[in-house]
């Protein structure tokens, strides 16, 4: 008998260790189903919010309306393009304002030489005084002629016309002679 209790002591400690093994796989197996059963009611919110927040058929086939083609895309200009016209306008500018500088430059320089001859200019207030001048100078060469007798009328004319016969003009002014008729 004693083996008989040996034998059953000995199965009930192998039993109790195939309880404790059991007893650690059974909960094993319950935190992996607490754990799948959380991840399963995730993945139905999940469901939920997609059902929810999906795309609309219509609301797809907009925007796909929307959406730009290849042929508009075409027209568009590249940003290499943008970029390369704007240097090149930027070249244009900066050329335009030097030459424009170099204009100003010169008009400056135009202007320079224009107050120079005006400031050596006569003013009106010397203009009078050398009117005066020149209106007495004229006076006393006219005075000169007259002492001298060249200003005096003199019936030596360069050619008459006969109007009457006794009366003769002088063909450059017009003045009256008296003269007789040659021949």
């Not at 430059?105 to 003013?123: A, C, Y």
């Not at 010397?126 to 006076?139: A, D, I, T, V, Y």
Request: proline share 1%.
């Amino acid at each position: 008998d004693e083996e008989l209790l040996k034998r059953i002591q000995a199965t009930i400690v192998h039993l109790q260790g195939d309880y404790e093994k059991l007893s650690s796989v059974t909960g094993n197996l319950l935190d992996d189903h607490h754990q799948k059963q959380k991840d399963i009611e995730a993945l139905f919110q999940s469901l939920e919010r997609l059902e929810k927040d999906k795309a609309d058929k219509e609301d797809l086939l907009l925007g796909i309306d929307v959406k730009a083609d290849k042929t508009a895309l075409a027209s568009k200009v590249s940003c290499t393009q943008f970029d390369a016209s704007m240097e090149r306008l930027n070249e244009v500018i900066q050329e335009m304002l030097s030459r424009v500088t170099g204009q100003e430059q010169g008009w400056h320089r135009v202007q320079q030489q224009l107050s120079e001859e005006m400031s050596s200019k006569l003013d009106r207030l010397e203009l009078g005084p050398f009117r005066q001048q020149l209106e007495e100078h004229w006076k006393s060469i006219l005075e000169k002629l007259k002492e001298n007798g060249l200003g005096t009328e003199s019936d030596n004319a360069a050619g008459i016309k006969k109007q009457l016969l006794a009366h003769f003009h002088c063909m450059s002014c017009d003045r009256a002679l008296n003269m007789l008729v040659p021949g």
